[in-house]
């Protein structure tokens, strides 16, 4: 069931976004959706290749335990978490600090609901 799921992340954050046009926070059509609370993504250098991470802050309706997986796409690059110790996801990517980077990010809740954005992030350190 959860490779299932984890499929369905990855489905979900290819059908690609708005072109890091939305805005957060942002909650999906449902009342029981979650709520994409902030994303903040930073540059990390000095590692051979470097990475652009990304943390995510998500709420739920039915509270913190009720926060499932969260997935990402830069580009073709896929990785995904799960919010039992914070959502942060990491992509092998060229970067330099202060850079934009269009990030599609997917939430999904235990119970089924789901919240999808698209958001331009300029790179920290």
Known sequence: M???MMLGFLALA?????????TLPKRGEA???????????????GN????????VD????????????CSGMIDSL???????EGCALSFEKDCAIGDSVVIDL???????????ASVSLVLAQ
Not at 48 to 55: H, L, M, S
Not at 109 to 114: A, L
């Open 31 to 45: 009342a029981s959706d979650p709520t994409i609370v902030s994303a903040v993504a930073r540059c990390v250098v």
């Open 2 to 4: 959860k490779s299932l």
């Open 48 to 55: 051979t290749p470097q990475n652009i991470v990304v943390d």
């Open 106 to 116: 997917t939430v999904a809740n235990k119970t089924g609901g789901v919240t999808t």
């Open 78 to 84: 896929i990785d995904q978490d799960s919010f039992s």
């Open 58 to 69: 998500a709420t739920d309706p039915m509270g913190p335990v009720n926060l499932g997986d």
């Open 14 to 22: 290819a059908c690609g976004g708005d072109g890091g046009n939305d």
